[in-house]
């Protein structure tokens, strides 16, 4: 597997802007190990020779992605529907918002659809991952903000629910 610098400074990039904590990629040769350090002191990348050379070379320490802080995210703008009692399922990363697992598939909500807690609800996709967004509240979905298909940023409102 080739993994080339931007592809790795956009994945850390996409990993430090989730809840992730840490991530490893395995691929013939090479492990990719990225940790986040305490909070708010950002992610290094490590990556380690795999077991099977173990006359490979020290790997390589990336220099941590706090060094360039991100820019701040914009607000999401204001939606039509304003409820203090609805709760928002937020964009965790930057990527694009599928509402089905396959093009020819029916979605996984609609507006309407009663969802359980654990209940996959979308999927962002995200440097070619496939990141499955599940429910952390159970009720009925009233507002899907995002068009399938259309890209998403980090913390915005994906969709609304009325709890229950």
Do not use: H, W
């Not at 790997?59 to 039509?80: E, W």
């Amino acid at each position: 597997m080739e993994l080339e610098f931007n592809e790795l400074r956009d994945l850390i990039t996409v990993i430090n802007q989730t809840n992730i904590a840490e991530f490893t990629l395995k691929s013939g040769d090479f492990e990719l190990v990225v940790k986040k350090e305490s909070q708010g002191s950002g992610a290094a990348a490590v990556i380690e020779p795999a077991l099977s050379l173990p006359s490979a070379a020290p790997a390589p320490i990336l220099p941590s992605a706090t060094a360039a802080p991100a820019p701040a995210a914009s607000p999401p703008p204001a939606s039509p529907i304003v409820n203090d009692r609805l709760v928002d399922i937020i964009s965790p990363m930057v990527g694009t918002f599928y509402r089905a697992p396959g093009p020819d598939e029916p979605p996984f909500v609609d507006v309407g659809d009663r969802i359980r807690i654990g209940q996959t609800v979308c999927i962002i996709e995200a440097m070619k991952l496939m990141n499955e967004l599940e429910a952390e509240s159970s009720g009925e979905i009233v507002e899907i903000l995002v068009p399938n298909g259309e890209p998403v940023e980090y913390g915005q409102v994906l969709m609304r629910i009325n709890p229950s």
